[in-house]
C-alpha cells in the first residue's frame, strides 16, 4: 500500500473529517450517523495518506519525485 496523498489533501481531509465528527455529535438520527462515517474515514484515509478510491481511479496527489539527470 503506498501513500496516494499530498500534504494538502491530507489536511484537507483531517479538517473535513473533524467537521464531520462536531456535525455528528451536533445532530442526531440518520444524519449523525452518515457525519460519523464520514469522519471515520477521512480521517483515517488521512492518518494513512492512501485512498483506496483514489487508486481505484487512478489518482495521485503526492508530489512527483524529480530524477537525477
Do not use: K
Not at 4 to 29: C, K, M, P, Q, W
Not at 40 to 46: K, N, S
Request: hydrophobic share 50%; with cysteine; aromatic share 6%.
Amino acid at each position: 500500500m503506498t501513500t496516494n496523498e499530498g500534504s494538502i489533501d491530507r489536511i484537507i481531509r483531517i479538517l473535513v473529517g473533524a467537521g464531520a465528527g462536531y456535525g455528528a455529535f451536533a445532530t442526531s438520527g440518520a444524519l449523525a450517523i452518515v457525519l460519523g462515517v464520514v469522519a471515520g474515514i477521512m480521517v483515517v484515509t488521512a492518518a494513512l495518506g492512501f485512498c483506496p478510491i483514489y487508486r481505484l481511479i487512478g489518482v495521485s496527489t503526492c508530489p512527483r519525485r524529480q530524477t537525477p539527470a
